[in-house]
């Protein structure tokens, strides 16, 4: 599971990066599916992981407005704001993690959802979703999207690395 992780945010890196080379303006652009656009999609998928980590602690969660963060510095500054105390909560999971119940208080209601597990496993299908969807959008700007290999990305060491 950690390794998924750490290769989401070594692509997300490297989308930030792929970013630089366009213009405020291409950024954001609304663009059809995902979120809207490459810029909004970013700041989704880091406010939406670091959401969903803040809700299985139980700790409070605020929704950000893309309003405030619509520069790509801004985006990247939210997500390391909020990197650390996700980073701590991947690198610290274990398998006695992986069925405990979350109760989802945020609707009217409660909605149980079935575990932990379950919803760390979404927060990875979910931004590797929303890669794919840069990946469609950069083609269709002609550029060549980042690289989704998992393969030689040093994973293993750069976990090694955060023990």
């Given at each position: 599971?950690?390794?998924?992780?750490?290769?989401?945010?070594?692509v997300r890196?490297?989308?930030?990066?792929?970013?630089?080379?366009?213009?405020?303006?291409?950024?954001?652009?609304?663009?059809?599916?995902?979120?809207?656009?490459?810029?909004?999609?970013?700041?989704?998928?880091?406010?939406?992981?670091?959401s969903?980590?803040?809700?299985?602690?139980?700790?409070?969660?605020?929704?950000?407005d893309?309003?405030?963060?619509?520069?790509?510095?801004?985006v990247?500054?939210?997500?390391?704001?909020?990197?650390?105390?996700?980073?701590?909560f991947?690198?610290?999971w274990?398998?006695?993690?992986?069925?405990?119940?979350?109760?989802?208080?945020?609707?009217?209601g409660?909605?149980?959802?079935?575990?932990?597990?379950?919803?760390?496993?979404?927060?990875?299908?979910?931004?590797?979703?929303?890669?794919?969807?840069?990946?469609?959008?950069?083609r269709?700007?002609?550029?060549?999207p980042?690289?989704?290999?998992?393969?030689?990305?040093?994973?293993?060491?750069?976990?090694?690395?955060?023990?």
């Amino acid at each position: 599971m950690q390794t998924l992780f750490v290769y989401n945010w070594k692509v997300r890196e490297e989308w930030y990066k792929w970013c630089e080379t366009l213009s405020e303006e291409e950024l954001l652009r609304p663009r059809t599916g995902g979120v809207g656009g490459i810029l909004k999609t970013l700041f989704h998928i880091a406010d939406v992981e670091w959401s969903w980590i803040m809700a299985m602690q139980g700790k409070p969660d605020f929704e950000e407005d893309f309003a405030e963060y619509s520069t790509l510095d801004k985006v990247k500054e939210l997500d390391a704001r909020f990197r650390p105390e996700v980073e701590a909560f991947v690198l610290g999971w274990h398998e006695g993690l992986e069925r405990n119940i979350f109760v989802d208080k945020r609707y009217e209601g409660e909605k149980a959802i079935d575990a932990w597990g379950e919803i760390m496993r979404h927060i990875i299908a979910h931004e590797i979703h929303h890669i794919g969807q840069l990946s469609v959008w950069a083609r269709e700007l002609g550029h060549k999207p980042v690289s989704a290999n998992l393969i030689g990305r040093g994973l293993r060491e750069t976990l090694q690395g955060k023990e």
